[in-house]
């Protein structure tokens, strides 16, 4: 009986040895983000001592991570991202052996490995380690509902439904709301590029279009109005565009002709200011002119002739007063002593159209008693004309014949003259 029993105890010794084993609730767990998830494994042992427990993460293309232990009975939690959101669900000591995961993450996605050792106590094949592999979902973001093509009677659109990101991909779907419920189906719409083709458009294909983003972690909806018009806006808004353009240029043009004719303008009276002006022509100078027997004088282009029609006849000479004077062609008087013994015989007779702006006659000049005899120019109508003013040499005093006096004059019927003096132009004053 005794050996029966020493043999019964040491079967028993080792199939407890043979009895730690791992359990996994679920290979595949998913998770959506920002979710809790609870990763699921126990063991089965026959001994009582303390367990050494050891959870590893490990993603695809990363290193493998100790994230959590539990060791001489202290629980230690790595330094890594699961940090402060990782933990036993039940306390330890115990045989189930879950953790949980606050806040899940994308990043979180990858194998799990838990590893079990009880001191007396083995296991057969890696019954010992259980792995579950946690997806992390993320619900597709807010689509982006879009029209491309002109909206207009008889023509062709695409509508477009596009999220930026979900995992996994999202499908989409279109509907029509308002103000006829209707639902599309393929080939209309295609629920992977989320696209919806609408041909030949009417009027009555207006209204509100609803696409829909959905996967395993949620849905998410995007709308757009569709407004089917009876022309079509691109050729009205190009029109717009080019007749706005044309006003623009139009207006462009009116102002820099302004600017061009402003200044011409400027530049022409500026040169009209600084161009060189020519003086005007002077008038002709007086022309003298003596014929025989005729006397002519010209005054602002008009001739008086003086006519004699006696011969002049030389007189005896009388003494005559020294204040007597005669008018000279300058205007002066000149005191004069008559000593002319043998004068033309005749009178000296003026015309009846002798004026006063006549000439005078023209004597010999008498200074001091002496003679001075000036000739005088045979042709005056040979006489220069310029058309500028011109040096004038100074005048001489006309001389006076001898034995003829003012009385003697005036009885002879002689008139004193005053000859009108010239400009520097040589015009008449």
């Not at 207006?251 to 200011?273: D, G, H, P, S």
């Not at 005749?346 to 006063?356: D, H, I, V, Y």
Request: net charge positive; with cysteine.
């Amino acid at each position: 009986m005794g050996f029966c029993f020493a043999v019964y105890l040491r079967l028993t010794q080792g199939l407890s040895s043979a009895l730690l084993e791992m359990h996994v609730g679920n290979v595949s767990v998913s998770s959506v983000r920002g979710q809790q998830v609870v990763l699921p494994v126990w063991y089965k042992s026959s001994s009582q001592k303390k367990p050494y427990i050891l959870w590893v993460f490990e993603r695809p293309g990363a290193s493998r991570l100790q994230i959590l232990t539990y060791i001489n009975g202290i629980i230690k939690v790595e330094d890594t991202s699961l940090k402060h959101r990782i933990g036993f669900v039940h306390p330890v000591p115990h045989f189930n052996v879950s953790i949980f995961i606050n806040n899940t993450q994308e990043v979180d996605s990858g194998q799990y490995v838990c590893t079990v050792n009880v001191e007396d106590d083995s296991a057969i094949d890696g019954k010992n380690i259980g792995l579950i592999n946690l997806t992390v979902l993320v619900p597709p973001s807010a689509p982006t509902c879009q029209i491309h093509g002109s909206p207009y009677v008889g023509g062709n659109i695409t509508m477009s439904c596009k999220s930026p990101y979900g995992k996994p991909i999202p499908k989409y779907r279109w509907e029509r709301t308002a103000p006829t419920a209707q639902h599309f189906i393929e080939p209309f719409q295609d629920p992977i590029s989320g696209n919806l083709m609408l041909k030949n458009l009417s009027r009555e294909m207006s209204g509100t279009y609803i696409c829909t983003a959905k996967n395993n972690a949620g849905i998410s909806k995007c709308n757009i109005t569709l407004e089917v018009n009876s022309y079509n806006n691109a050729a009205v808004i190009a029109g717009a565009v080019v007749g706005c353009l044309i006003g623009i240029g139009l207006i462009t043009v009116c102002i820099l002709q302004f600017f061009v004719c402003r200044k011409k303008k400027k530049n022409t009276q500026e040169e009209m200011a600084n161009e060189i002006k020519e003086d005007a022509v002077a008038p002709k100078t007086l022309s003298w002119a003596k014929g025989s027997g005729s006397d002519t004088v010209s005054k602002n282009g008009t001739l008086s002739s003086v006519n004699t029609t006696r011969d002049h006849k030389l007189y005896m000479s009388k003494p005559v007063s020294d204040t007597a004077s005669i008018i000279t062609a300058a205007g002066s008087t000149v005191g004069y002593k008559p000593q002319y013994t043998t004068l033309r015989s005749g009178t000296l007779t003026p015309t009846p159209s002798l004026s006063s702006q006549s000439l005078p006659l023209y004597f010999p000049p008498v200074m001091n008693g002496n003679h001075y005899q000036n000739t005088v120019p045979s042709n005056r109508n040979a006489l220069h004309r310029t058309n500028g003013p011109q040096l004038q040499p100074p005048q001489q005093e006309p001389a006076v014949p001898q034995g003829l006096t003012t009385s003697t004059l005036a009885r002879m019927g002689a008139v004193p003259v005053m000859v009108p003096a010239q400009s520097h132009a040589g015009s008449l004053v």
